[in-house]
């Protein structure tokens, strides 16, 4: 079945490390997304993708690293500049261009720093 | 971008309809009007998009403003799996070339009563 897998679902961190939380989408979709999402808050935007290694910054992409390497790929890194990690992490994608079509969520990574 | 605005939370009894309002008064002419909700601890899910006309599906209706400025997003008879977070967002219209910059606000936390 087609969708997005992020990995892992739960995911612990020392302070000072960074962190690399997967996703992968097997839909074909050209544009590719990551959220951040605090318990009780809505989703916001960290960093989104249209094209393999191009990628925009969205509403708080400091502290974090993303890369598209290929189309189906786009890791987010949670870097040792962010002070506050802990948090929800969702990755979206959505075909380019044609607003009319739904945008796919994965399941979600629980980022705990210990 | 354009944004939207929509109550902090809702609550209504089982079996009854439940009209969850959206105001987006800066949208433009080609954005399409998106409905997503979340469960705790997953990835929001689609629910309805609509233009112009209102919109009926399984899940959902979905009733736009002639001016376009706000909707109403209805589930015709609300039971407990539909108590989660409801978002409205906009989305570019048709040929709009580059990554949307989807924003989603907050959202509202709607509680289905026994």
New interface residues.
């Given amino acids: 079945d087609g969708g997005i897998t992020q990995s892992p679902k739960y995911l612990f961190r020392k302070e000072g490390q960074n962190v690399t939380l997967s996703c992968e989408q097997n839909l074909n979709h050209d544009a590719m997304y990551w959220y951040r999402q605090d318990p009780g808050q809505g989703l916001r935007l960290i960093y989104y993708s249209q094209i393999v290694n191009d990628f925009q910054k969205g509403d708080i992409a400091e502290g974090y690293s993303v890369s598209r390497e290929k189309k189906e790929s786009f890791p987010l890194t949670v870097t040792s500049a962010q002070k506050n990690p802990t948090a929800f992490y969702l990755c979206a994608s959505s075909i380019l261009g044609i607003s009319g079509n739904t945008i796919y969520f994965g399941e979600g990574s629980w980022l705990t720093v210990v | 971008d354009a944004k939207t605005t929509q109550p902090n939370s809702m609550e209504s009894n089982e079996e009854e309809p439940v009209h969850l309002p959206c105001n987006h008064s800066t949208i433009s002419g ?3 009007i ?1 409905w ?1 909700r979340q469960l705790p ?6 629910v309805i ?1 609509g ?1 112009t006309s209102n919109v009926n599906n399984r899940m959902a209706s979905l009733a736009i403003a002639e001016d376009r400025k706000s909707s109403t997003l209805i589930l015709h008879r609300a039971t407990l799996r539909d108590a989660a ?1 409801y ?1 409205c967002i906009l ?17 509202t936390r709607l509680t289905i009563n026994p």
């Fill in positions: 080609t954005d399409y998106h997503y601890s997953q990835g929001p899910e689609y998009h233009l977070v978002y989305r570019a219209g048709v040929g709009i070339q580059g990554a949307q910059k989807l924003v989603f606000g907050q959202g």
